[in-house]
């Protein structure tokens, strides 16, 4: 580990908390139970795994917790409120005040440079545009990018990508950053940069980190280890 996490309060409010929560699909007419049953609550400057096979329910989790999708049964809070009892529109201004969200695929814009990537979340908090461009520029400063803010998705390596998309999570300083597979498009040692970029914002700005992988050696790094198994948290 190259840094180390500043250690989440266990006394601490939780950033973003999963109470019983249950979540079903129908799928061709059959229902497909993804969580069964399941509470974790992440607090502030905690860093930890959820690991589990393809298909276990780990994803799932991961975008409940960040408001992505709601509960079929349960109770999910996000900084502190009941995203069952929001609109829409709250839990996304609520999603965008707390949570940075990173990804496997990057999903970043393909015709848009990297500062632009970087900035687009400040455009819902209504920030003009010269501020914005100021923000995301310390962002991809952060991550060590500043020299590539004008180069589009398409000029960069995979690792370059990984880390914009990391500064685009950073941006609108989140309590908590949930990265679902961020290794995993990425070689072994672009890999390990990126989970050293995560150990240092975790330790440095004391930002919650939530890693979703399947990789034991990411899980190994992390202060905490879930396991997640047929939509149930299982011992280790």
Request: hydrophobic share 40%.
């Amino acid at each position: 580990m190259t840094a180390e996490p500043v250690q989440g309060d266990d006394s601490a409010v939780p950033v973003v908390e999963a109470v019983d929560v249950t979540k079903s699909y129908r799928l061709e007419g059959v229902t497909v139970d993804a969580l069964r049953g399941v509470s974790l609550a992440v607090r502030p400057g905690d860093y930890l795994a959820i690991v589990g096979p393809s298909g276990s329910g780990k994803s799932t989790l991961m975008h409940l917790l960040g408001g992505i999708d709601r509960p079929s049964t349960g109770t999910v809070r996000v900084a502190g409120r009941d995203v069952s009892e929001l609109s829409e529109d709250d839990v996304a201004q609520v999603r965008n005040a707390t949570v940075g969200f990173v990804f496997q695929a990057f999903q970043l814009l393909p015709r848009t440079s990297a500062l632009g990537n970087v900035a687009m979340p400040l455009v819902y908090r209504g920030l003009r545009k010269a501020q914005r461009q100021r923000v995301a520029a310390e962002a991809l400063d952060a991550v060590g990018m500043s020299h590539r803010t004008t180069h589009r998705p398409s000029q960069l390596s995979g690792g370059e990508q990984q880390r914009v998309a990391i500064a685009r999570a950073l941006v609108g300083e989140p309590a908590v950053i949930l990265a679902d597979e961020p290794t995993g498009n990425l070689d072994t040692r672009r890999g390990r940069e990126v989970m050293d970029l995560l150990e240092r914002l975790n330790a440095e700005r004391g930002v919650a980190v939530v890693v979703v992988t399947h990789d034991a050696d990411v899980a190994a790094r992390t202060d905490r280890v879930v396991h997640v198994r047929d939509g149930l948290l299982v011992p280790a």
